[in-house]
């Protein structure tokens, strides 16, 4: 990602050991105990031997001070003695040298006061570095210092070159002979595990290890040998060492040249995990992997359930469907079969029993059925003779009804102005109780909010690698090292460098970050050029080597500093200004002070190479540069506006420079930190014209399917494009009231609340126009019967179905507003208000609307143009039943096919068969939603993401937060539970860390995280970093001179012998100085650049006391999204057993949580599942309370549409595992709607069902089937099927994805379920009729109550019709209401 650079940009700088820089005695003290038992320095054979040499002699003794370097004098003499203060400086770095002296024996060594300084002073520094494992910097002074003062040189070193300096003898040894190059001679396997020892030292603030930044050019390619090599190489060679140092390795059991005079250096190295003494301790498990607990083993990953090679929810799906089906079949032919046998016979009667009572009442109880039915059909009767008086009123007065409901709407609509739109992604999608943008809050208000990025990635296009000839043999490289390709790169960066914004006249430097302020006032920008601190004169040097005469180029220093990026400086490109005369030298820091790393800042390296291969060796194969450019971030939004607008200027320069700059040679891909809300932005609007084409399409079937023409010569006549567009209006008007309402309320919408919340309420609105409209045209106007009492009657009979619909779904989203993730939230309530107010309003402004229509087809008055009469006024009693062809369609060849018997077992086995595969497939629904998708087809950021797939090298940065509590950081076991170094705990925090970084695949951790107090107590230690003016008392930064020697030790005290833990008052003191103190060469810990965000305290001095901090680390490479939610569940493992440790030594809750900038948007997917299946059961538990209420306390009907609404969802999950939509926050919206639409599938033809009184459930199926089928298929199959097609052509592939995929299966598997399988289960397991309603039918046909023969003649529990006449009956009664008694009455007498 962009922003994983972050992390290296805030490092200090480390110091190595080079010439030497100060004159003072450093206290050394930290790498030795001198009151303990130390390890003897002589060679293996002497300790089995018992002997010690008598024979060896000194090498040299004194250093020429007017040589051109600091060579020493030859001598081959006895060691002499030292003063008291030179042999207290040598033992505090070199205490092992003393061992072999008895007490009574004076100490002579081949060493004077000048040697004494420059030994501590140039391999002091390398042993600060690796100080924090003592037994690392044990075995390695070991080889320094018995090489510059053992009494007995002559046993392991040799002359190799010497040369004459007669100007200034030694004064001593009146020596005129200099040492020019040594022979060592070592013994091999001490180096092997002397390097073996110190190969794990890491350096805290950086995540890195230390050996390579010792291991100069090598880098990470070091080795024992390449190590004592490097720091062996001379100045006069490019090396830091004054003079030549060749080093022998001698394998065990090989000869050296002259044995009787010369052995291998081979003193006993100490093992890291091995203390030097009995109170030292070992290193820590941090620098020594050998010193850690045994780890425990991670638990294994649920692994899915098989069963042989098949999945376990597939193969008992299978054997369910199996099973069921085999079950179904036989028992529905042996019903079939019985009933065949059984035809003829009487039918089984209403109830099993009839009463023999003689009582009155209970007879009557029985016939009107019990009470819930009566309540049923009392409540169904109230809603219809409501809604009839309620029809009636808005047909007669539909001006004043439109105006009203026009008013009303309007007034919300103004509400609109009030708006806000969120955009920002944490707002969308992260909850603000939820844990993750909990943490975020609390890490941006306790330190500051993770930084804004800028990136560019330069990529060579068509140009090949090359081959380079260097010292060692010839080198690869990629095209990347092109000097063409640098140069353009460098031509780029200047320019992004001087992009001034236009409204703010921003510059780059007023908003960028600078970590090494006051001392360097420079931008940190992450780039491969800071190898040549952005100069071009740098990168076209090249130096000529004095001693070989070899070349130097750009790629030479390229080599070094891939190697080594720490390092201040290259001593092959070093070079006298000719212009100045000053002497000039390249280093590998970059202009802002820090390290440019090789994996941040190169891509393409691996070019699909395989894992086992470390990135260092393929770092010179790159293909790609990245240049990364960090600025400042605000907490409070208001104040990034300089950052957005030099952003902005940053983003057009890039968009210019690509079409008009950019080389053949070169593809570019670039993003900024306000990209991703620019391009959600520009999606929405980009897609403005597709979505305006889809609701044309809907707009125009609308219009035309309404009307039906009886003849050509009517057509302008009888068309509904008027009506059919206001009631479209009437629909979006809804959308917009509704907008506007919250508008006035206060509730933000979204984007997905504009792109979703009409297609939803269209779908709901356009069925209840087509159900009315086609209602009304089916069944014309009776004997003295008014227009408006016409529409009043229609609007009673189908009002009710349209309130089940609206109601339920209304209730739907507005109990889905429980959900806690914001854009879920947001469009739920959106949702309901739009669909409340879409009813009220069809109630209402269309009823007035469609009563002026109709008013104008009876006038013969053209649609549109109604002003204009074609013919006398039409007598509405002459109007006969329009029956649609649809309609024909259904009620004569759709509805007895599919409801034949073999068709309906059909049916069932197969969409039980769609729900147990869909059953299966739904566990293995992927969770996530990868970000390209939320991108436009044409907008650069899919190149951006593209690029950081392909190149991405480094994961994001983790920060282990430990939140402010009463933990006493000033204790020394508080303290041993946080540190990884020299005496802490293997259980403490940065432990924890490490060891899980050892396990990358399944940790997703990558380092060891950079610890303030592991430095802080370093800082201590390092005798040049803790300084302050003897005279003013002021600190002393070792990065500023002290030209007059002022600045003397600061005063501190340890609790113990070792000088580890500092007091109480040496902590609090001295903690503010740290965390401004920049790193340099002399002291790498200072705390500025890496830790000075990460630590808040509070008071001074003996009232400080330390608040909230953070142990920075980074995650190992993520890619999808499951890689993002897994990191993060592994890093709350790893915090909350932190948690734990801190706790038991603070005796109280003390909390550590992990925090990335990716967290808040992939914690959803955490609880995705659960909070699908609790948003989706609460819609679903809403409906089903709604219909049971509404279609008149019948239980049974309302589990019908519960099982339909269930299987459309499960099916919906099938589809989506096999088109692949991922399930996150956009299908969880596009779900709950789903649930919506479903009603409108279902709650119609159900409700048509439940109040039919034909005699069976076959005959109530078909019946329900031709009256509602048409209706829903025309009103929403077909109107939101256009619309939807056109939704695949859109430019934004979140469209094409989760809208277009889904709202197409939604369509079309709640099309098949309401239209296919919803009557054929009805004809099924269809409730039976209303008792109460047929006891109302027979008491209006007989004028008493039925007797149980008559009851016999209504098998409502067969599914048998009667031959006959039955038919004809079914057909006359299907526009039956029973609850007027002209109807009931006319039903008794179909004609004949």
């Not at 040549?532 to 001693?547: A, F, I, N, P």
């Not at 997905?752 to 409209?773: C, H, R, S, T």
């Not at 729900?915 to 436009?936: F, H, I, K, Y």
């Amino acid at each position: 990602m962009g922003r994983d650079v972050v992390f290296v940009s805030v490092l200090a700088l480390l110091a190595i050991w080079y010439n030497p820089v100060c004159s003072e005695t450093a206290d050394l003290e930290l790498l030795h105990e001198s009151d303990s038992q130390h390890h003897s320095i002589w060679t293996r054979k002497e300790l089995a031997n018992g002997s010690k040499d008598s024979q060896g002699h000194c090498m040299w003794y004194g250093t020429c001070n007017d040589c051109e370097y600091a060579y020493n004098y030859a001598y081959q003499g006895d060691a002499m003695p030292i003063g008291e203060t030179d042999l207290q400086a040598l033992e505090s770095v070199c205490p092992e040298l003393f061992d072999q002296f008895g007490p009574e024996d004076e100490p002579l060594f081949c060493c004077d006061s000048r040697q004494i300084n420059d030994l501590i002073v140039n391999f002091g520094q390398a042993l600060n570095l690796v100080g924090r494992c003592p037994s690392c910097a044990r075995n390695l002074r070991m080889i320094f210092c018995s090489m510059t003062c053992d009494p007995h040189h002559s046993r392991f070193l040799a002359y190799n070159t010497t040369q004459e300096h007669t100007i200034t003898p030694e004064p001593i040894t009146n020596s005129t002979v200099v040492v020019k190059a040594l022979n060592y001679y070592i013994d091999d396997t001490f180096v092997t595990e002397m390097y073996d020892s110190c190969k794990e030292v890491t350096n805290p603030s950086s995540n890195s290890l230390v050996m390579p930044t010792i291991c100069g050019q090598w880098g990470e390619d070091c080795s024992p040998h390449r190590l004592l090599d490097f720091m062996g190489q001379g100045m006069s060679n490019g090396g830091f060492s004054p003079f030549d140092i060749y080093f022998q390795y001698i394998p065990d059991g090989e000869p050296v040249p002259n044995p009787d005079v010369i052995e291998a250096f081979d003193p006993q190295a100490v093992p890291c995990y091995e203390a030097i003494s009995n109170t030292s301790g070992s290193c820590s498990c941090v620098d020594c992997s050998g010193s850690c607990p045994k780890p425990k083993p991670w638990p294994p990953l649920p692994q899915p359930w098989t069963v042989g090679s098949m999945y376990g929810v597939s193969f008992v799906m299978m054997m369910v469907f199996i099973a069921v089906s085999i079950t179904f079949l036989v028992t529905v032919f042996w019903k079939w079969h019985v009933d065949r046998v059984a035809r003829g016979v009487k039918r089984r009667s209403l109830q099993p029993t009839i009463s023999t009572t003689s009582s009155t009442d209970s007879q009557y109880e029985y016939v009107q059925g019990s009470f819930m039915e009566r309540a049923g059909a009392s409540m169904e009767k109230a809603l219809e003779s409501f809604f009839t008086e309620w029809g009636t009123f808005c047909a007669r007065w539909p001006w004043m009804v439109l105006i009203f409901g026009l008013s009303v709407a309007a007034a919300l609509t103004v509400g609109v102005i009030y708006l806000e739109v969120t955009i920002d992604p944490v707002e969308l999608w992260a909850a603000p109780e939820s844990r993750s943008r909990q943490e975020k809050d609390y890490f941006d208000k306790s330190f500051t909010p993770f930084y804004r990025t800028e990136q560019v990635i330069l990529h060579a296009e068509n140009i090949p690698g090359f081959d380079y000839e260097t010292l060692s043999g010839t080198k690869r490289f990629g095209p990347a090292f092109r000097l063409d390709f640098l140069l353009e790169a460098l031509h780029l960066q200047h320019d992004i460098e001087a992009i001034i914004g236009d409204e703010m006249n921003t510059t780059l430097g007023a908003i960028c970050y600078k970590p090494m302020l006051p001392d360097v006032d420079e931008c940190t920008i992450q780039s491969v050029l800071g190898w040549w601190q952005g100069r071009e004169d740098y990168l076209l040097k090249s130096v000529v080597g004095t001693t070989n005469g070899y070349n130097y180029t750009y790629l030479d220093h390229a080599i070094y500093c891939s190697k080594n990026p720490l390092m201040p400086y290259d001593n092959n490109f070093k070079w006298v200004n000719e212009t100045t005369g000053t002497l000039e030298q390249i280093g590998c820091l970059a202009e802002y002070g820090g390290p440019a790393f090789p994996y941040v800042v190169l891509g393409g390296f691996r070019n699909g190479e395989n894992e086992s291969v470390s990135d260092e060796s393929l770092y010179m194969n790159a293909t790609a540069l990245i240049l990364t450019f960090i600025v400042n971030n605000k907490a409070d939004k208001d104040l990034l506006g300089p950052a957005k607008d030099w952003e902005k200027k940053f983003l057009e320069y890039m968009k210019y420079w690509k079409e008009n700059k950019m080389p053949g040679y070169m593809s570019v891909a670039y993003m900024a930190e306000r990209s991703i809300e620019d391009e959600l932005t520009r999606a929405s609007q980009s897609d403005v014209v597709t979505i305006a084409i889809s609701y044309c399409i809907m707009f125009a079937y609308i219009a035309i399917a309404l009307g039906q023409a009886r003849s050509f010569s009517r057509l302008l006549v009888d068309s509904k494009i008027t009506l059919g567009i206001g009631g479209v209006i009437i629909v979006l008007l809804s959308v917009v009231a509704s907008i506007g309402f919250y508008g006035y309320v206060g509730v933000p919408a979204t984007l997905i609340i504009i792109e979703v919340i009409p297609f939803l309420v269209l779908a709901v609105g356009v069925d209840n126009i087509f159900i009315l409209v086609q209602t009304y045209q089916r069944e014309p106007r009776r004997a003295n019967e008014k227009h408006e009492e016409h529409i009043g009657r229609i609007v009673g009979e189908v009002a009710p179905s349209m309130l089940l619909s609206s109601i339920s779904e209304a209730f739907c989203f507005f109990l889905g507003a429980l959900s806690g993730m914001p854009a879920v939230k947001a469009f739920a309530l959106y949702a309901g208000m739009a669909l409340l107010l879409d009813f009220l309003l069809q109630m209402t402004c269309f009823i007035g609307l469609f009563s002026l229509d109709t008013a104008r087809q009876e006038s013969n008055r053209l649609d549109i143009c109604c002003c204009v009469q074609v013919g006398k006024k039409s007598d509405p009693k002459d109007a006969v039943a329009a029956e649609g062809a649809l309609y024909k369609l259904f009620q004569d060849a759709y509805a007895p096919f599919i409801l034949s018997k073999p068709m309906r077992a059909i049916v069932m086995v197969v969409f039980f068969g769609w729900l147990c595969v869909s059953v299966a497939l739904t566990p293995r629904v992927e969770v996530g939603l990868d970000q390209e998708l939320s991108m436009p087809e044409d907008s650069y950021m899919l190149d951006y993401f593209a690029y950081l797939a392909k190149y991405l090298s480094v994961g994001a940065p983790v920060y282990f937060v430990v939140k402010e509590s009463s933990y006493n950081y000033t204790d020394q076991r508080a303290q041993q539970k946080l540190c990884g170094g020299r005496g802490c705990d293997t259980d403490s925090l940065v432990t924890q860390i490490y060891l899980a970084s050892k396990n990358k695949s399944r940790s997703y951790i990558a380092a060891t995280p950079a610890s303030w107090i592991d430095d802080y107590l370093d800082w201590f230690r390092i005798y040049e970093c803790c300084k302050v003016n003897g005279n003013t008392g002021d600190f002393c930064p070792a990065f500023q001179p002290d030209p007059f020697l002022d600045c003397v030790e600061c005063d501190k005290t340890f609790i113990d012998t070792e000088k580890l833990w500092p007091d109480t008052r040496t902590f609090n003191n001295w903690l503010p100085t740290f965390l401004i103190d920049n790193p340099c060469e002399l002291c790498p810990k200072g705390g500025h650049a890496a830790y000075g965000q990460a630590l808040v305290y509070n008071g001074s001095q003996e009232n400080l006391t330390v608040g909230a901090n953070y142990y920075m680390t980074y995650h190992s490479i993520l890619r999808t999204s499951k890689d993002f939610y897994s990191a993060l569940i592994e890093a709350r493992v790893i915090s909350d057993s932190i948690s734990e440790t801190l706790s038991a030594v603070a005796n109280s809750k003390v909390e550590v949580f992990p925090y990335s900038i990716f967290y808040v948007y992939y914690e959803q997917y955490l609880t995705m599942w659960r909070d699908v299946l609790i948003s989706l059961s609460i819609s679903i538990a809403a409906i089903f309370v709604v219909t049971f209420i509404l279609l008149g306390l019948d239980i049974h009907s309302s589990v019908v549409v519960l099982i339909t609404i269930i299987m459309i969802l499960v099916d919906m999950f099938g589809l989506m595992y096999l088109w692949d939509i991922t399930l996150n926050a956009v299908s969880l919206v596009n779900l709950v709607m789903a649930v919506g639409i479903s009603v409108e599938f279902c709650s119609h033809i159900v409700r048509a069902f439940a109040v039919s009184i034909e005699p069976t459930r076959i005959a109530r199926s078909k019946e329900s089937l031709v009256r509602m089928g048409s209706s829903v298929l025309s009103g929403i199959t077909l109107t939101k099927f256009g619309g939807i097609v056109v939704l695949a052509f859109a430019k934004s592939q979140i469209f094409q994805v989760f809208y277009f995929r889904m709202y197409l299966g939604i369509v079309l598997i709640g099309a098949a379920h309401g239209l296919i399988f919803l009557p054929v289960l009805l004809s099924f397991i269809g409730p039976g009729v209303n008792r109460h309603k047929l006891y109302l039918k027979n008491r209006i046909l007989g004028g008493m109550s039925p007797s149980p023969t008559q009851i016999l003649n209504y098998p409502q529990f067969s599914d048998i019709p009667r031959e006959g006449r039955d038919d004809e009956i079914h057909r006359h009664n299907a526009n039956v209401d029973v609850h007027r008694e002209t109807d009931v009455a006319a039903a008794s007498h179909p004609p004949s």
